[in-house]
């Protein structure tokens, strides 16, 4: 299983980023998969996750009409487009895979994180 996340770095308050995760195919076609944040002394937080198929999306409250969670079949690779990003956004980004329609609970497979800081 890879997941390997990319993307993350340092952007003014307001700015955008976009992250990328490569999945390798057999768990691109199995899982569904998504992204997760964690800031130090915290749990990790659920952001944005997307089917299989790639025809379904759901996100946090806190970051909806912001984040856009997308998908490349042809690439097997999972963005997360972020505007508007605001320094409570900071945090370690991990791209993330679970079994069944939604990656919000039971995921499976955590990939390598990328940092994310935004400063105000």
């Known amino acids: 299983v890879q997941l390997q996340a990319s993307g993350g770095g340092l952007v003014q308050s307001g700015g955008s980023l976009r992250l990328a995760c490569t999945v390798s195919?057999?768990?691109?076609?199995?899982?569904?998969t998504g992204w997760f944040r964690q800031v130090p002394e915290k749990e990790r937080e659920f952001v944005a996750g997307i089917t299989v198929s790639g025809s379904s999306t759901y996100g946090a409250d806190s970051v909806k009409g912001r984040f856009t969670i997308s998908s490349d079949n042809a690439l097997n690779t999972v963005y997360l487009q972020m505007n508007n990003l605001t320094p409570e956004d900071t945090a370690v980004y991990y791209c993330?895979?679970?079994?069944?329609?939604?990656?919000?609970?039971?995921?499976?497979?955590w990939g390598n994180g990328t940092q994310v800081t935004v400063s105000s």
């Open positions: 195919e057999y768990t691109y076609n199995a899982y569904s």
């Open positions: 993330v895979a679970a079994g069944g329609s939604s990656c919000e609970h039971g995921v499976q497979y």
